[in-house]
């Protein structure tokens, strides 16, 4: 995405991007640490990752693959479950929190571009169009990819493969015996995203991630439907 953007000479958009992911990474870890803490670990908040600071939580693939293609990761947030107060409950919390919160993200960005769209059809007079033209189609085109980002980064870590968040969700719902099983998988947390990718692109076809986009799509239909039925949007 943000290469093809360089390529095609299109900083703006290679700069709506980046900023974009750095948010999404950002926020996602955020809440990660934020409700392991209410659950009772501080875990998170002793390694200084309970922070905004997106360079305390960037994992370099990860956040290549959010570049490149829509869909990653960051690094990981460090939990001990022995910490929690209700530990199966508490670790399904924990690995929601994350993708939730893109989610939330992602309907504010659908949202302020539509609050743009409307703003952008109020007439103007004189020098003013040219400057409000470019002011507000910039911004729509940043919230688009804003939210679209965002919905790619919930969708993606919801995979119930380990390390993503929805192979803990998977692992908090299995019984107590094969849950910690299935956790111990993390130490091959690497070959299973190698795997991920490759698997992703057998025989020319995109398998994996082209459900994923479909999936997008339909939130994304979704959440311009319900902001559509706001009195002030049009």
Do not use: Q
């Amino acid at each position: 995405m943000i290469f093809t953007a360089i390529r095609n000479g299109n900083i703006a958009l290679a700069l709506y991007i980046l900023i974009s992911v750095l948010i999404s990474l950002t926020v996602h870890e955020y809440f990660h640490g934020y409700v392991a803490y209410k659950c009772g670990d501080s875990t998170a908040r002793s390694f200084g990752r309970l922070t905004l600071n997106p360079i305390k939580h960037l994992d370099l693939f990860g956040f290549l693959s959010m570049l490149l293609v829509g869909f990653g990761w960051a690094k990981p947030v460090p939990i001990v479950i022995r910490n929690f107060k209700k530990p199966r409950r508490d670790i399904a919390l924990v690995s929601l929190a994350g993708p939730v919160s893109n989610f939330i993200l992602a309907f504010l960005g659908a949202l302020l571009m539509r609050i743009a769209f409307t703003l952008w059809a109020v007439p103007y007079n004189g020098v003013e169009v040219g400057f409000t033209f470019n002011v507000f189609s910039n911004l729509i085109t940043f919230f688009y990819y804003f939210t679209l980002l965002n919905l790619g980064l919930g969708l993606f870590n919801l995979i119930p493969i380990p390390p993503l968040d929805g192979s803990k969700v998977l692992a908090s719902i299995l019984p107590p015996k094969y849950g910690y099983k299935f956790i111990a998988l993390e130490r091959y947390a690497g070959l299973f995203i190698l795997a991920l990718f490759l698997m992703s692109n057998i025989g020319g076809g995109d398998f994996i991630f082209a459900p994923l986009e479909a999936i997008r799509g339909y939130i994304y239909d979704g959440y311009n439907k319900l902001i559509g039925l706001l009195p002030f949007i049009y």
